[in-house]
């Protein structure tokens, strides 16, 4: 929980959300199932010579919601997470594109510390968590 808590833009809320929809493949520290529950993972449909890339509906409205509100903070507080943002919208991707990008990543680093058992920390002195 102490190691959740220490990422960027992770309140109360958003941990409590964490840790009632996805105790399973967090403590698995399996971030594909992670992607998938939380509809961070694109899908792909492909039809004969067509290929289109499109967000994943079938996801946990909770989780989704919360992994959404932690990384709209987490472009707000967190220095990576923002010029993560900035370089997609640069590259015409829309607001919720953008985001869904950023969740991912912070999935992936969640991941990667749970498994390494080390807290997050930031660079940046300015660094706030949410509410």
Known sequence: MEILSSLP??????LATLLA???????????????CLSGTAP?????????????RLAAHN?????VYHWARV???YDPISKAKYAALRARGHRHARALRSVADRLLAVACARLENQTLFVSDH???????
């Open 43 to 55: 899908v792909t449909k492909r039809s004969g010579k067509s290929l289109i890339v499109v967000r």
């Open 62 to 66: 909770r989780l989704r919601d919360a």
């Open 125 to 131: 002195p300015g660094r706030r968590h949410a509410a």
């Open 74 to 76: 987490a472009v707000r």
């Open 21 to 35: 929809e996805a105790y399973d493949p967090l403590r698995r520290r399996d971030y594909q199932a992670l992607r």
């Open 9 to 14: 833009g992770v309140g109360r809320i958003v």
